[in-house]
Every structure is written in C-alpha cells, then in structure tokens.
C-alpha cells in the first residue's frame, strides 16, 4: 500500500521523529510507513489521517494487489 | 506502561528462586552444577530486571523510550512474525534432524527429535484453535 505520507510531512515542515513522537510509534514505523516497506494497523492510519486533518483514503492509496 | 507492579514481583521472584537455587547448591543439597548456574542466572535476571522497572518509574525519557519500543506496533509485529519464523524453522529443522538421525543410526535422538516435532505441531493446533474461537 503506497501513502503520501512523506509528501504531507515534508509539506508541513514535520520531522520523522517528531511525527512518530506525536503518534506513539518509533521513528523507524514512520520510515518504513514511507518506504512502504509495512502496512500500517488501521488504527495507526486513521490516527495519522486524524493528525494530518484528512482522510485514511487522502493519505493511504489502497490497491488491489495481493500480499506476501 | 510497560513495567508496573506485577512484572516488578515478578522480578522479586526470580531473585528468590535464584538465590534458594543457589543457597541449596552452596549448601550441596543439589549437588549438579546445572542448579548453581540456572541459580545464578535467575539472579542476574531478576536483579536486572528490578534496576530496569526502577529506573523506568524514576526517568520519564526512559519511560518513555521503554513505552514507545514495546508499545510500537512495528516492532509487536516484527516479534510476532521472528516468532512465527523461528517455530516454522524448528519444526524444519527438527524434521530434517529426524531424517538424518534415522539414516546414522541413532534412534534415541530420532524419537526425541520427532517427539518434539510432534509436540511444537499438537502445541501449534491447540493455540491455533484457542485463537479461532477468540477472534
């Protein structure tokens, strides 16, 4: 699953580690989140979405591949 | 929070049971040194363990640092699948032992080895049959 993530990051001028403080995660969830080496738990996405002020679907694009 | 109370008593049993371990070995009631150094191990343990769940409820950047490493979901999930990993390998490897032991000729390793087989199988049906009702 692919997220922008690092773009609306970038654009708000926030660190990594300053978003994985405010989300309660390891700066490294938040690195591999934009890498998209893992998929968030939904509860991540949507606090992320929540933080950003938009919607999980605004900030995570979902397509229909299967996953390993 | 990761560390509260009950691992903290935790702890304080491992000092205890290390230290009866390692009272009945110096004592030579257990004469095995296997009891002296499962003693001193359960010693080491609990007491790092004790200077850890200390040092967590004096120091918020520790607290905070323990919280968010055990708490990450990232890493709940790495433990999660290094743990899969690992069961599915051993199960592997023991049955591959199994084989090996069969053509050297050591029977008593190959029943050993395919007991354990079965086992870590009959362990992984309960849990998986527990976590099915469950979820």
Known sequence: ?68 | MYYNNKKLALSFLWIILGAVLMGLSVAEVLTSSYYSGMGGALLAVGILQVIRNLRYRNDKEYQEKIDVEYGDERNRYLRMMSWAWTGYLVVLIEAAGVVVALVMGQHTIQIILAYSVCLIVGIYWIVHMILKRKY
């Open chain 1, 1 to 68: 699953m692919k997220n922008r993530i690092e773009e609306i990051r970038n654009e708000r001028g926030i660190r990594q580690d300053e978003l994985a403080k405010l989300m309660g995660v390891s700066r490294q969830t938040i690195s591999s989140l934009e890498n998209g080496r893992y998929n968030p738990s939904i509860l991540l996405a949507h606090k992320i979405a929540k933080f950003f002020g938009m919607t999980i679907e605004d900030v995570f694009i979902f397509e229909d591949l299967q996953e390993d």
